[in-house]
């Protein structure tokens, strides 16, 4: 079955940066495209980046474009999210989605938490 675990997360100060990590199972990763979402503390998930199949086109929300970088490793069957400049506004869990044969999978997110 699809599985996708998230990793990275923590507690980071203004202006710092964090790598996450999302290991996928159970599909054939290479032949999808990858997501990051987040949700802040009564907030709606929101969109935050995604990355093709073959990681040659990437998509941004307008509030961390210049701020993060979304990659993946087929071989290792990993997508990241490379975040600078965090600014407190970024605390949220952080989700990766994928979207296999019609069905959203997720994973059960890491949490990431930007104060001094």
């Known amino acids: 079955q699809v599985q996708l675990v998230e990793s990275g997360g923590g507690l980071v100060q203004p202006g710092g940066s964090l790598r996450l990590s999302c290991v996928a199972s159970?599909?054939?990763?290479?032949?999808?495209?990858m997501m990051w979402y987040r949700q802040a503390p009564g907030k709606e998930r929101e969109f935050v980046a995604v990355i093709s199949n073959s990681g040659g086109i990437t998509n941004y929300d307008l509030s961390v474009k210049g701020r993060f970088i979304i990659s993946r490793d087929n071989a290792k069957n990993t997508v990241y999210l490379q975040m600078n400049s965090l600014k407190p506004e970024d605390t949220a869990m952080y989700f990766c989605?994928?979207?296999?044969?019609?069905?959203?999978?997720w994973g059960k997110g890491t949490l990431v938490t930007v104060s001094s």
């Open positions: 989605k994928a979207r296999v044969r019609d069905m959203d999978y």
């Open positions: 159970g599909f054939t990763f290479s032949s999808y495209s």
